[in-house]
T-cell receptor
Framework: DTGVSQDPRHKITKRGQNVTFRCDPISEHNRLYWYRQTLGQGPEFLTYFQNEAQLEKSRLLSDRFSAERPKGSFSTLEIQRTEQGDSAMYLC????????????FGSGTRLTVV | RKEVEQDPGPFNVPEGATVAFNCTYSNSASQSFFWYRQDCRKEPKLLMSVYSSGNEDGRFTAQLNRASQYISLLIRDSKLSDSATYLCVVNAPGKLIFGQGTTLQVKP
């Protein structure tokens, strides 16, 4: 499979727990993006990487959120001390350059905080 | 004001109908424009890019009006399989900005 892979597909966690999601982009894509989507809304930008460098973080990304892409390949998104408001679909996407050709999204990780 | 605005719908149309979706964007410096399709509980997928001169892909036609900062998508001869949410997308430095999406339901 040469698409974008995300793991896990679903995560249910108790409030206050930490969770970590993984994204494996298309191998030749140097840009990787994280978005969050809630019901009835479009994807909201969280952060993006060019290779291993994190170039931008949205104000939506509070101090409880951290993302890494240590070797410029896969990326992880960690949420510490989860809150019910963190419940959402977390989407990862990758692209070759600035995204002028569009993104390829993974299937997403659906997080439910109970 | 949202950077990309769309009417969320839903648009309920019979099979065979022609339907049009509109979208406005706030950043006049935007250079790239797209329509994405998102099926229920699935990831967004690129439907088509939008070019200044307008472009067509089968039953789908996209138009861009830079002066009015307005993008449209026309679907002719709607099929049941066209039922989905259509996301208007505009580039910003380093990333893409998505609209809320417009939901289309095609009825038999």
């Amino acid at each position: 499979d040469t698409g974008v892979s995300q793991d896990p597909r679903h995560k249910i966690t108790k409030r206050g727990q930490n969770v970590t999601f993984r994204c494996d982009p298309i191998s030749e894509h140097n840009r990787l993006y994280w978005y969050r989507q809630t019901l009835g809304q479009g994807p909201e930008f969280l952060t993006y990487f060019q290779n291993e460098a994190q170039l931008e973080k949205s104000r939506l990304l509070s101090d409880r959120f951290s993302a890494e892409r240590p070797k410029g390949s896969f990326s992880t998104l960690e949420i510490q001390r989860t809150e019910q408001g963190d419940s959402a679909m977390y989407l990862c996407a990758s692209s070759l350059d600035t995204g002028s050709g569009g993104y390829t999204f993974g299937s997403g990780t659906r997080l439910t905080v109970v | 004001r949202k950077e990309v605005e769309q009417d969320p719908g839903p648009f309920n149309v019979p099979e065979g109908a022609t339907v049009a979706f509109n979208c406005t964007y706030s950043n006049s410096a935007s250079q790239s424009f797209f329509w994405y399709r998102q099926d229920c509980r699935k990831e967004p997928k690129l439907l088509m890019s939008v070019y200044s001169s307008g472009n067509e892909d089968g039953r789908f036609t996209a138009q861009l009006n830079r002066a009015s900062q307005y993008i449209s998508l026309l679907i002719r001869d709607s099929k049941l399989s066209d039922s989905a949410t259509y996301l208007c997308v505009v580039n910003a430095p380093g990333k893409l900005i998505f609209g809320q999406g417009t939901t289309l339901q095609v009825k038999p």
